[in-house]
């Protein structure tokens, strides 16, 4: 978070002061950068992170929205936050409008589901001999 503090600070000494509805990040000529300039630079780099696509041919900038949302998401889980009265935030920086539509993170990985199903069975129990 520091460190997006910093670039704010330092974009706003070289260009003036951004309002909330302006882009975020700019390129050396004071011009907000697109997405496709984003995507574009991530195509060349994406070998060199060794980031292993699941499902698609390549991954996708997109793939690391989705794995930071339900690590996140995992985290609260393991660490005993309440993630219902907490996804308002995560929905939030997701810019999701509605938190429904955060909700679907809640079972979007194996990983999610097996420690939903250990609660569950923590709470209401479980046959320990099914697999």
């Given at each position: ?7 704010k ?5 070289k ?7 302006d ?7 004071g ?20 980031a ?21 998401i ?6 005993g ?19 429904a ?30 697999s």
């Open positions: 978070m520091q460190k997006l503090t910093d670039y600070s330092w974009i706003e000494s260009i003036g002061l951004r309002s909330l509805d882009a975020f990040f700019y390129n050396t000529g011009t907000p950068i697109s997405l496709r300039s984003v995507e574009d630079a991530f195509k060349l780099i994406r070998r060199c992170i060794n292993e696509p699941v499902g698609y041919k390549n991954v996708r900038l997109y793939d690391f929205r989705h794995t930071m949302a339900c690590n996140t995992q985290r609260w889980t393991e660490q936050i309440d993630v219902n009265a907490n996804l308002h935030v995560l929905s939030t920086y997701l810019g999701h409008v509605k938190p539509d955060t909700y679907w993170y809640l079972s979007a990985t194996p990983g999610m589901l097996e420690l939903g199903c250990s609660k569950y069975e923590e709470m209401f129990g479980g046959d320990q001999d099914e």
